[in-house]
């Protein structure tokens, strides 16, 4: 079998799949279309985040038999039309999971104790303490929404603290001994922290709105590890303007390419010029599951995954 590799991972990916009897080809720079003008030569496709695989892609790949996403999501995929072809899809969200989970920790305990704030006030010269009394995680009420691989993942880090660890998951019975699964309203009405980890589905698309944060009882701090497009910018603004949300800690924005990359090349929004400048508000480019551990644990996961469900 052949796997066309269109991202770099670590070496240990192709290595091992070399070992395991795959022939494995590289192209990290081709454009779209001279990939899918080659695509049908190969058995298996692993990506990252280079471009979408659409249904002109498939039609093209008239053997694929699967694509590896190194990575947790799969919206970059059309993953109906995939199935409806035969192509297996694998993901690896095993392998950034608690990279994740402990960026979501460091995020909320930064925002909490203003660590950003005052390490930039430090060095520039002012000492203001009281103006950097943090608040402690001890007695709160943390709300996971979405509570799969990623959700699991931060509850598990959440155990070391005195808190009460709420999850709310379309899913039924997935609540476990770190946190209890409640209805949306139970949620809404207890929670001081809510941390996202949803995929990408038109479920999650824009969730997070005007209406929803208004649902909430109490004034409450969000953490957004999960995808940027979940939350609607300019209503997270007006939250954070009202009180209504006390600070924010996004690693994903709703104005993320699908490559992640090219942010900054067009006009920078209003709401995101606000976030730029907001004191409790803390922001990361998409790297809560970037770590060096994971990177390896990535491409193990995917080198698990196809040398189980293809055996040569």
């Known amino acids: 079998m052949k796997i066309l590799h269109l991202d770099t991972n670590h070496p240990l990916l192709i290595n091992q799949l070399q070992a395991l009897g795959f022939e494995n ?3 990290y720079t081709s454009s779209k279309a001279a990939i899918e003008a080659k695509i049908h030569k190969y058995d298996g496709v692993i990506i990252r985040s280079r471009f979408t695989i659409d249904k002109t892609f498939l039609d093209a790949a008239t053997n694929l038999k699967f694509i590896g996403r190194v990575g947790a999501g799969l919206e970059n ?21 608690n990279a994740v989970g402990e960026h979501a920790l460091g995020m909320l305990l930064s925002l909490f104790n203003k660590l950003n704030k005052a390490d930039q006030e430090v ?13 402690e995680l001890d007695g709160k009420t943390v709300g996971i929404i979405g509570y799969g691989n990623m959700g699991k993942a931060f509850s598990k ?8 660890v709420l999850c709310y998951d379309i899913q039924d019975a997935v609540g476990d001994d770190n946190a209890k699964q409640v209805s949306l309203k139970e949620f809404q009405e207890n929670v001081d922290v809510v941390s996202l980890h949803t995929p990408q589905t038109p479920l999650t698309l824009g969730m997070i709105n005007a209406e929803f944060i208004n649902a909430f ?6 953490i957004n590890t999960a995808r940027g497009k979940s939350v609607v910018t300019k209503d997270l603004v007006a939250a954070l303007q009202s009180g209504k949300i006390l600070g924010a800690g996004l690693d994903v924005l709703e104005y993320e390419k699908a490559s992640f990359e090219d942010l900054f090349a067009s006009e920078i929004p209003e709401a995101f010029q606000y976030l730029i400048n907001a004191d409790n508000v803390l922001l990361t480019p998409h790297v809560a599951g970037w770590t060096v551990e994971s990177k390896e644990k990535l491409a193990q996961t995917i080198v698990d995954k196809i040398g189980s469900h293809f055996k040569l």
């Open 123 to 135: 060095r520039s010269g002012q000492w203001l303490r009281e103006a950097n009394r943090g608040i």
């Open 77 to 97: 995929i059309d993953g109906d039309y995939a199935q409806q072809k035969g192509v297996h899809l694998i993901a690896a969200p095993e392998g950034n999971r």
């Open 157 to 164: 880090k959440l155990r070391g603290f005195d808190v009460d």
């Open 25 to 27: 080809d590289e192209d």
């Open 217 to 222: 009882k109490k004034p409450f701090w969000l």
